[in-house]
């Protein structure tokens, strides 16, 4: 690998991320309503069916701490409900 060929390949993760960050500018000044996050949780949502936080979490690669405030926010605005297997007071899946 050359020097030239090195220094381009280092830089795809840089140029990947000003891509991203424009796209999430763009998103917004398009007025979504949702963010591309929470976008990415309802998909795989529809995809997957019901889950569990640390399920969805483990699919999205974020924390579950990070999914839950996502969750919460889809919650408020009535995109997913959430529900508790019955008779257990544990986590609750999101569909």
Request: glycine share 8%.
């Amino acid at each position: 690998m050359t020097d030239q060929e090195r220094d381009r390949y280092f830089e795809l993760p840089i140029l990947f991320k000003t891509f991203l960050k424009g796209l999430g500018q763009q998103w917004n000044k398009q007025g979504f309503p949702i963010t591309q996050t929470q976008s990415k949780a309802l998909q795989t949502l529809s995809r997957e069916g019901p889950m569990m936080v640390s399920q969805l979490a483990a699919a999205l690669d974020l924390t579950p701490a990070a999914v839950t405030g996502i969750t919460d926010q889809l919650l408020i605005q009535g995109y997913i409900q959430k529900e508790r297997a019955a008779g257990d007071a544990g986590p609750c899946k999101s569909r």
